[in-house]
T-cell receptor, first 116, second 111 residues
Framework: DTGVSQDPRHKITKRGQNVTFRCDPISEHNRLYWYRQTLGQGPEFLTYFQNEAQLEKSRLLSDRFSAERPKGSFSTLEIQRTEQGDSAMYLC??????????????FGPGTRLTVT | QKEVEQDPGPLSVPEGAIVSLNCTYSNSAFQYFMWYRQYSRKGPELLMYTYSSGNKEDGRFTAQVDKSSKYISLFIRDSQPSDSATYLCAMSPGAGNKLTFGGGTRVLVKP
């Protein structure tokens, strides 16, 4: 077993290029979340899915960002026309369907993006 | 003002000491509270999870939630150098909702 996995672990790209990240959640988890973390800060929520449905998007997720989870398993996060301000750690988390008292999100190792 | 406030530290303690961490929050709707540990350039690792008010203990870790004061705490007993990391509090108003994080407290346990 395996926890949440993310690929690639590191990505260096030039400003203006498009990048795509992949997240594979824990296999029985229905919910998948994306967060962004900059140096010295806590993670900030971007978006989340329940199965294939994208249920919420943050205002942080500009039009250059798009996320998909086409078959309710893995998810991709694409950033178009990258800017230097996009440099951050992109974290994926997953959880099972929550009940009233049980709700835990497990994080992957993250993808560190550097835009030059 | 941020919804969740956390002292950034660093907090330096000798090995074997008790580490005391806390967060304050402003959103009274938060009901689910978590503590994560994050090593440098790694993803957050879930340490403790608490629903509503009260205490929870797991090994060397104790989490406390005081919803009336909007204040949560994490205590680490018998601290070890391997506990040196950044500790993040996180909370949510409902099961399955997004987490709102504090900025993290950096902890250094000196041998």
């Amino acid at each position: 077993d395996t926890g949440v996995s993310q690929d690639p672990r590191h990505k260096i790209t030039k400003r203006g290029q498009n990048v795509t990240f992949r997240c594979d959640p824990i296999s029985e988890h229905n919910r998948l979340y994306w967060y962004r973390q900059t140096l010295g800060q806590g993670p900030e929520f971007l978006t989340y899915f329940q199965n294939e449905a994208q249920l919420e998007k943050s205002r942080l997720l500009s039009d250059r960002f798009s996320a998909e989870r086409p078959k309710g398993s893995f998810s991709t996060l694409e950033i178009q026309r990258t800017e230097q301000g996009d440099s951050a750690m992109y974290l994926c988390a997953s959880s099972s369907l929550p009940d009233r008292v049980s709700y835990e999100q497990y994080f992957g190792p993250g993808t560190r993006l550097t835009v030059t | 003002q941020k919804e969740v406030e956390q002292d950034p530290g660093p907090l330096s303690v000798p090995e074997g000491a008790i580490v005391s961490l806390n967060c304050t929050y402003s959103n009274s709707a938060f009901q689910y509270f978590m503590w994560y540990r994050q090593y440098s350039r790694k993803g957050p690792e879930l340490l403790m999870y608490t629903y509503s008010s009260g205490n929870k203990e797991d090994g060397r870790f104790t989490a406390q939630v005081d919803k009336s004061s909007k204040y949560i705490s994490l205590f680490i007993r018998d601290s070890q150098p391997s506990d040196s990391a950044t500790y993040l509090c996180a909370m949510s108003p409902g099961a399955g909702n997004k987490l709102t994080f504090g900025g993290g407290t950096r902890v250094l346990v000196k041998p």
